[in-house]
């Protein structure tokens, strides 16, 4: 079954559709043509090709017309610098009839296989960017050569709470061996979707011949016409359907298990499925995929993934409320107030992205020296990976240097203080600063949770400061909070919102309200787990009761990451703002002062105790909670912070809650960041009366 041409426009009216148009071309040595089906759908490498209906109408229609020609060979390439990267997810998102979602299941698969079952041999001349369905485009094809240029080679599926839905499940595993499709379709989609480079996919054998890309698909044509000609012959790994597909699907389920504790339909399915794919029955291996994405497309657990996916890659890009860039100064120098690991990672950041003086001041000269020192340290090891070249590392470190004398920051722009979290100490920083920078030098704090407006309340120009939050570690987490103080001027946040995004990072303007948005949330849930246990629940069951949200961390070993003492001080400054809704826990304080860092303590096998030392200060009361209680008082709690967080207008929408959970937390895409799983689950009516997002928007449309 496939759309016609009026269907498919029917289906999805918006679709940016990618046409597929044939042309025969002449290769030496082979008496016929090949016939050459190239992929573009109008736009730029910027706007990569997708599949909706039209689209995979259209590569239908151009599959006619190869066949109807009798070539020597088929074969499938794309645009500059793109392949194709999956399914058209817009068009998916309105999704909501039954009929419909079988037939965008079945049509993929009908079309795909074409090339499978063809007797002429078909090729996929892989010229970029090849993901989700795209890559099961190229799998679906006999033979496939790739560009050396590749940036991006993936599965995404999983990480969206998907699968692929187009015979990847079934192709992969049979063409590279369960263990690696178990690598590429599960492990790194559930690792932040993790890419595949060049090399990786070449060792795995996904493709068969990587050439250069100046002359990509001359090579390519040149190739297949060795292969037509039996001049190449392409070696296929023998396939372990026996013990090894077994260990595969194993280490599949507990990799899915440990990532998502059950609450990612989509991932479970992919295992399902990457299990049939030992019978190696493409009918029935197929048909198992058409049910499971009729179905799973029309799941509001997709539709938060898709609604992740979204927030991430159109909301992150225009910041809610962020002035006209046009304002924004040019940043020629940074200082950097601080030489401690946080400040240390910020001075990497910015001269690896800006390429401009990064100037590092502490109190004595070894730790300004321990700061420099770690930052060349890290270039080193760029250098060291092959990631920039020994030119690059020395003007990089050339560029950073530390001083004693704040005078140094004469000429800076831009001085973020990353010192002791503590207002006068902040305050004081501050003060010195402005008797040596310019008044238009913008003054910047990666304060966790105090006042913007309070630190800048002494200054003589406290409109040009602004707050300026990182997430630790600083290059794996890509969230920047910024923080408008009461006086901040729109040049100043506009220069902070430029420089976030030549950062590479995801800006959210944030409200100056205490903790802003990232770690309010996450002290208020971790106040009520840390209740819990005060109150008598064992620490492994009030622990993990928030185990099916499958979130990255447990709460305890969140506090274990951050460090007890700033979840301490971060919990006082909120108790002080909010003393009815955030408590500090006695036993906590009991915990930093012994100069514990964990409750958790593992052995060699793995198995999670509490450490004794820890059981034996921690004052617990008779009053155990079950973990569904533990886990109703938690959400109830996030449910209601969150409203009171937008009814104060910390920021604009709850989409920015969102993105923040998704970006600042690693809180899993799949989940929606936490606002979905909270309208779904019903917890957000149960507690404020509403829904927090508008029917649709990250659900099945009604």
């Avoid at 090729?123 to 369905?133: I, P, T």
């Avoid at 799941?299 to 992740?308: H, P, Q």
């Avoid at 499958?550 to 700033?566: C, D, E, K, R, W």
Wanted: charged letters at 20%; hydrophobic letters at 45%.
């Amino acid at each position: 079954m496939t759309f016609t041409a009026e269907q498919a426009k029917a289906a999805f009216p918006d679709e940016v559709v990618t046409k597929a148009v044939t042309r025969l071309v002449r290769v030496p040595g082979l008496d016929k043509p090949v016939a050459l089906i190239t992929l573009d759908n109008g736009h730029d490498h910027t706007r990569p090709s997708t599949f909706g209906p039209q689209g995979l109408a259209s590569l239908n229609a151009a599959l006619d017309e190869a066949f109807a020609a009798e070539p020597t060979a088929i074969a499938v390439t794309g645009k500059p610098f793109i392949f194709a990267v999956g399914a058209d997810l817009s068009g998916v998102e309105a999704v909501s009839d039954p009929a419909l979602a079988r037939e965008i299941a079945e049509t993929g698969h009908t079309v795909f296989r074409r090339l499978t079952d063809s007797k002429i041999p078909t090729f996929a001349f892989v010229n970029g960017a090849v993901m989700g369905g795209g890559l099961e485009l190229a799998l679906s094809c006999h033979y496939r050569t790739l560009s050396e240029n590749t940036a991006a080679i993936s599965f995404p599926e999983v990480f969206l709470g998907l699968f692929p839905g187009w015979g990847g499940t079934q192709l992969l595993p049979n063409l590279i061996g369960p263990d690696a499709a178990v690598t590429v379709i599960i492990e790194n989609a559930l690792n932040q979707n993790k890419m595949l480079n060049v090399a990786k996919a070449a060792e795995l054998g996904i493709v068969d011949e990587v050439l250069g890309s100046a002359d990509f698909l001359e090579q390519s044509l040149a190739w297949l016409a060795k292969v037509v000609n039996g001049e190449v012959t392409v070696q296929r790994r023998e396939i372990d359907r026996g013990e090894a597909w077994d260990n595969a699907i194993a280490r599949a389920r507990s990799i899915v298990d440990g990532k998502t504790h059950g609450a990612s339909p989509g991932a479970a399915k992919a295992v399902e499925l990457l299990e049939l794919a030992r019978n190696n029955d493409l009918d029935a291996g197929y048909a198992a995929e058409t049910d499971a994405l009729a179905e799973l497309l029309l799941d509001d657990t997709l539709r938060a993934g898709l609604y992740s996916f979204n927030l991430v890659n159109k909301r992150a890009k225009r910041p809610a409320g962020a002035p006209d860039k046009s304002l924004a100064r040019k940043v020629g120098k940074v200082g950097v107030v601080g030489a401690g690991l946080m400040a240390s990672q910020l001075a990497l950041l910015f001269v690896r992205r800006l390429k401009v003086p990064v100037v590092l001041t502490d109190v004595d000269q070894a730790r300004i020296d321990k700061g420099v020192s770690y930052v060349h340290g890290e270039v080193d090891k760029l250098q060291a990976k092959l990631r920039i070249s020994p030119d690059e590392a020395n003007r990089l470190k050339a560029l950073v240097s530390g001083s004693l004398d704040k005078a140094a920051f004469a000429d800076a722009d831009f001085v973020i203080e990353a010192v002791f979290e503590e207002m006068g100490v902040k305050q004081q920083v501050f003060g010195e600063l402005e008797s040596y920078v310019s008044p238009e030098a913008i003054l910047a704090t990666n304060t966790s949770s105090l006042s913007v407006s309070e630190m800048a309340s002494k200054l003589q120009h406290p409109e040009r400061v602004v707050g300026f939050h990182f997430f630790n570690p600083v290059a794996v987490l890509p969230l920047l909070e910024i923080v408008r103080g009461e006086k901040t001027d729109d040049a100043s946040l506009a220069t902070a919102f430029a420089l976030g995004k030549q950062l590479k990072k995801s800006s959210v303007l944030v409200k100056d309200a205490p903790a802003f948005v990232v770690n309010r949330l996450l002290l208020r849930f971790l106040g009520e787990v840390l209740t819990a246990i005060d109150e008598g629940t064992p620490f492994d069951v009030a622990d993990h009761a928030l185990d099916p949200l499958g979130l990255p961390m447990s709460p305890l070993v969140l506090t274990q990451l951050v460090g007890p003492a700033i979840a301490l001080h971060v919990g006082e400054t909120l108790h002080a703002a909010f003393p009815d809704r955030f408590g500090v826990s006695e036993n906590l304080k009991r915990f930093v002062d012994s100069g514990k860092t964990a409750v958790w303590q593992w052995d060699s096998s793995g198995q999670q105790t509490v450490d004794p030392e820890v059981a034996e200060l921690w004052q617990q009361g008779d009053k155990p909670s079950t973990a569904e209680e533990v886990r109703e008082r938690a959400l109830s709690a996030i449910a209601e912070e969150i409203r009171i967080m937008l009814d104060e207008g910390v920021v604009a929408e709850a989409q920015d809650i969102d993105l923040c959970l998704i970006l600042g937390a690693g809180w899993p895409f799949w989940l929606g960041g936490i606002t979905p799983y909270l309208d779904r689950t019903g917890i957000s009516t149960k507690v404020n009366g509403k829904p927090f997002l508008a029917p649709g928007l990250a659900s099945v449309p009604a």
